[in-house]
């Protein structure tokens, strides 16, 4: 039984390309990947419905499960790092992506999964770059409990999305925070995190209620940011309480780009 292997690459799986899979990938003896596996389906239509490794713990490379128009399941229950990038973007038959062992990868990429209504990753301390998960029209909630540091979450155009939850228990806010056009995101929880000088936080057209403006107004201060941008204006979010209003005013007079309701 393979239990370790460095790399595979089956990059177009599609019925137009040379690995044309179908029904369910599986490797159910591996445990380590040195290297990196690629599985495109390129939007062909493929026929792979599954995928599979139960006993994979590590990777030192990159996974790519991307583009499978037909995938309606990901199996990695014991997958604990990935030094690259995993990648389970564009599956559009995807309800559910759960990662409960995942503790670390430079980039997580769960985007543009038209049914995909919920990501549970309760371990996941560390994304060294990027969480990306834009473009999930029926993703309701997004919720890192372990998170310690991530510079750059992206949830954009998640449209049914209502609440987004990081630990942050690093004690900063993404330095990059853009959920623009999440038109029904109103709840946000950092744990207390501060923003960073610098920092861009893109929160318009979305739906806030006023706690969440004011947290973000208030994470500035505590933050003491002075060329930060907050973008809160537009959709239906809610203007500031009196105390978030002189935290929005003390934030422009310190040199930051702050527009609210």
Not at 196 to 224: M, R, T
């Amino acid at each position: 039984s393979l239990v370790s292997v460095n790399s595979i690459d089956l990059a177009n799986t599609g019925a137009g390309g040379p690995s044309n899979i179908a029904g369910v990938f599986s490797l159910p003896s591996l445990i380590t990947l040195t290297g990196s596996l690629e599985i495109y389906g390129f939007g062909f239509g493929t026929a792979m419905t599954g995928f599979s490794l139960p006993l994979l713990v590590n990777c030192d490379g990159s996974i790519f499960v991307a583009t499978h128009n037909n995938l309606t399941s990901i199996s990695l229950p014991l997958l604990e790092t990935v030094t690259g990038s995993l990648n389970l973007g564009q599956n559009n038959g995807i309800l559910s992506i759960s990662l409960p062992s995942f503790v670390s990868c430079d980039h997580l990429i769960i985007d543009s999964c038209s049914l995909l209504t919920s990501i549970s990753i309760p371990s996941l301390e560390t994304a060294i770059a990027s969480i990306e998960v834009s473009n999930c029209p029926s993703l309701l909630a997004f919720s890192a409990p372990s998170l310690i540091y991530c510079p750059s979450i992206a949830t954009l155009s998640c449209t049914s999305l209502t609440s987004i939850q990081a630990a942050c228990s690093g004690g900063l806010i993404p330095f990059i925070l853009n959920c623009t056009s999440s038109t029904s995101l109103d709840s946000l929880d950092f744990g207390g995190a501060v923003a960073q000088d610098g920092c861009e936080i893109y929160l318009d057209d979305c739906n806030l209620s006023e706690a969440s403006v004011d947290l973000i107004l208030q994470a500035g201060i505590d933050g003491g940011t002075t060329v930060s941008i907050y973008e809160l204006a537009g959709g239906s979010s809610q203007p500031p309480s009196a105390a978030g209003i002189l935290n929005r005013d003390a934030l422009q007079l310190a040199g930051n780009t702050v527009n609210t309701n």
